[in-house]
């Protein structure tokens, strides 16, 4: 499939004649309940990866700690594209650090993958084409550093086609909060019971926090 180059692509991202199908997906999101931990804010999208795309950072905020942390982007081909097998695609990064005994576990990366399909199937969503990876990283401190304490963390990169609905437009907002219910899982959250009062509609904004 020939996609847009150069200027043309650029146009076509940054141009205020969005298709209606993208648009509405775009502020499907706004209407997303989260729970209140999840600090969530519009930023810059990626120019090159598709024609139009549309960026979410997120944060599990406890105090002034942040206990995990991620990046949501959806992008939008309105010709289609083969690998995504439709017109939309979700692309996630979330990231947490762990505690030792949990870095230690081998089947780690298997449970940190299921938590991202349950959290989709938990809300009824059906998607396509998943793919991704689940990194374990270690870091020891030496010489001026020795001080700090052995850090593990744990990386999700993962993405999926949504599937479409009416017009052509994806559940996003559902898709959204299922997200988030991966990032609260990641950092040790426990689950939001049904019909909970205390989750609330978008948009968050982080306002200046020293962490």
Known sequence: MDEPKGTEREARHT??????????????????????????????????LAPYAHAL??????????????RLVL???????DAWRGT????????AELEPEMAA??????????????ALQARGLTYGEPSGTVTRASS????????????????????????????????????LASWCDLLAQVAGLPPAAPGDASIVTLPQRRGPQSR
């Open 15 to 48: 141009g205020s004649t969005a298709p209606p199908a993208f648009t509405a997906a775009v502020e499907a999101l706004r209407t997303a309940r989260l729970r209140p931990q999840i600090e969530v804010e519009a930023v810059p999208p990626p120019k090159r």
């Open 57 to 70: 950072e997120a944060a599990v905020v406890d105090g002034d700690d942040d206990l995990a942390d991620g």
């Open 75 to 81: 992008l939008h081909d309105p010709d289609g594209h």
């Open 88 to 95: 939309f695609r979700l692309v996630t990064l979330v990231r």
């Open 105 to 118: 576990d081998p089947l780690l990366p298997d449970v940190c993958w299921s938590w991202l399909t349950g």
């Open 140 to 175: 020891h401190y030496f010489g001026g550093l020795s001080e700090r304490p052995s850090a593990s963390q744990i990386e999700i990169r993962a993405s999926w086609t949504p599937r479409e609905g009416l017009g052509g437009v994806p559940d996003t907002a559902t898709h």
